[in-house]
């Protein structure tokens, strides 16, 4: 008899990307040169005073378990970073550890979401947010935004689409693929559309810190109702470490606490030895020297990507991510992004992966390697189209 | 209006020894001497040959996401070690490397389990097996077992309790809270009644490597469509790392995959590094000298026990636990464990944690800790029973 697999298994995509990447590799395998801003990792080391922490711990050999919510030096360090960097209060009590950003979505979907319960989220969005809905036997209602709204869901849009079954909104800022924020006010209008209707608002901060032009900000300053998820991935280059962090509703922590045990024991000891110098002076300097510099990528390829006819009509300020209308270069961005590959020798993630909407005209490309680098990649399409 | 709370969130258990836990802390705070023998994990430093490993690597500072399988040289290398150890051929390509054993076992159940499917678990056994089989909507149903049976399910008794909506069955070996193994004869009948019936064995290999008096064996010797639960944790020493890997049917991978890459993205970098060191025949020889110095441990324990009047009726032959039948000493194992906190300073598990099959007879001892403790918690108990 064949082994039964579930349900959810047919109705969760992989990552698309993997493929392209694949023939990447094939054609590096070849000897041909090409330039990655597919990945969506910073291209950074993660700072030498965190590595360095994370080394003078594992020298002790001692890498046991942490409590399941994270060490409660880490967790009341982040809750300095909020005021600090924001001047938002926020007690270590309500911050979970995670192993990733992805462990923190997990948390607080498994927490609140019953079969058949749904959330609305933005398309184009990150992927992994509907998978992890499916996951837990949520349904994901995707809501089309585009740039006229700054790729991000309006409250009417949010007041349309709620049914007797939803359970709440996620919304990403700096948004990935689109890399726009969602301003406080239009945060706060959001939140207030959710609760009035017994909604819970989980907001992902994950790209926080890298934003050009626009001060960085967080939900947390406006509301204690939400889950907000971060991460020490992105903007603090801890990717591969795997750690990062919810803000949850002080009612809501005994809960995710028991969860956390069963799903995770605790999170990565060796990455929240790293973390613990992350709000250091010497770590930030190195952190915003590398904002500034990701900040003059963007300014740098943007208005070359224009010049060669990627529409970019909602002008990204965060992540690292550009999110092109190519219609007007191609019919369809996964063709297109094969085309360059083998053209052009240069990689990008086509819309397939973000979502339903509109996929096949947009194009992410994401400026994760160095200016001569991005800027050869623009020669190379231009010889291309 | 309050928030909404999953329903599965009442159904699953805290840890019930983090209360315990707790207590001891404040008597430790007041100066109390606790001896701790409610651990599960080593009280071994992770093998120099692994820290180094990772230490080197860090140096780098280039810690980026892997693959969401893992690194392919680490999965080769587990392959080599079934091979080495075992004799077994396993494809690197059925290796899947996970945060933890806990991300292992979520991934095979994510996969495998619809809404209201049912998965047999022997109890006494891990806690957290029975509560991520809710997490994913699906139901656990306990199988009694007990000394008669070395505290595993039997075939006859697994064939009792299928029905229609049994999706299969998770054992333990060695088990944890019991330390006892599946002879590979048993572990063969379980899965014939388990395959005849269209249903899929789980086998939760995680104590792997830590018995005594008896060889090491897995399951994959036997079967390739059972799905294998493994760790770093345990035998090698890793658990604040959080590294595990499940080895999966060879037509299950691909979509192991894509659940990992969103549930996980890909498990830690640093901890993959350091698990490249684990097989090493340095790591081995500081391995196995535990190993020795775990069934020291063991003897000397279990007759000072018996001694007192715990009752150990199946011989614990790994892990490092022993499962005690305390009804001579005590009525209720939860009042007896807070009693010999306060009155002899040892912490020891109770049975609450571990299901519902005569937890308050029962109390599990980890021997995670030196001997001369072990026999100065002996001495403490004398006293006081």
Redo the contacts between chains.
Sequence with gaps: ?P???????AE????HV?ELLRRARELEALGRDIIHMEVG?PDF????PM?EA??RF?????????AALGLPGLREAIARHYHDRFGVDVAPERIVVT??A??AL?LAL??????G?EWLLPDPGY??NR??VR???GVARALPVDAASRFHPTPAQVAEAWAPRT?GLVVATPSNPTGTLLAPHELAALRETV?TR?G?LIVDEIYQGLSYGVEASTALAAMD?AFVVNSFSKYFG?????LGWLVA?P??VR?L???A???????????QQAALAAFAPATREILEARRHEFAARRDALLPALRELGFVVAAEPQGAFYIYADISKLAADSAEFAHRLIKEAGVAATPGLDFGDNAPRRHLRIAYTTRRERLMEAVERMRRVL
Tied chains: 1, 2.
């Design positions: 008899m082994r039964h697999t579930a349900r959810r298994v969760i995509q992989p990552f993997m990792e080391p993660t700072p030498a590595v994370a080394t594992l020298a002790t050999g001692e890498v046991h378990y942490t192993p990733g992805s462990g997990m498994a927490l609140t979401t019953d079969p319960d992927p992994s998978h992890l996951s837990f036997e359970r609760s017994g819970t109702d801890m990717t591969g470490w795997r509703p009612d809501a809960d606490e028991k969860l045990q069963h799903f995770f024991i605790s999170p990565s000891t060796p990455a």
